[in-house]
């Protein structure tokens, strides 16, 4: 059975940072590419950042600078470092493992970031 979790969301003032994981079990974990979403209230669910199996990175203009994604195969876990946070942050965070047969998303971890 195919599990995927994230963690490491909380309350943050503006300018601060958080580091957010994503682990998944039950699937060959360096043999895929996994991507971390976001959907803030009232939103839409959006890309945020991706990270290739081979470790190339790609993020949504909003958060250049400013988010880290990562991969630690051995340990079946993703990172997702954030810095310099801002308020319009403030979003449920999904860690998605994309599959051509249907992605795997995980239940969410939530960052609130205070002004």
């Known amino acids: 059975q195919v599990r995927v979790a994230e963690s490491g969301g909380g309350l943050v003032q503006a300018g601060g940072s958080l580091r957010l994981f994503c682990a998944a079990s039950?699937?060959?974990?360096?043999?895929?590419?996994i991507n971390w979403y976001r959907q803030a209230p009232g939103k839409q669910r959006e890309f945020v950042a991706a990270?290739?199996?081979?470790?190339?990175?790609i993020y949504t203009e909003s958060v250049k600078g400013r988010f880290t994604i990562s991969r630690d195969d051995a340990k079946n876990t993703v990172y997702l470092q954030m810095s310099a946070l801002k308020p319009e942050d403030t979003a449920v965070y999904y860690c998605?493992?994309?599959?051509?047969?249907?992605?795997?998303w995980g239940k969410g971890t939530l960052v609130t970031v205070s002004s």
């Open positions: 998605n493992v994309p599959r051509s047969n249907g992605d795997y």
């Open positions: 990270i290739s199996v081979g470790g190339s990175t």
């Open positions: 039950g699937i060959t974990f360096r043999a895929n590419a």
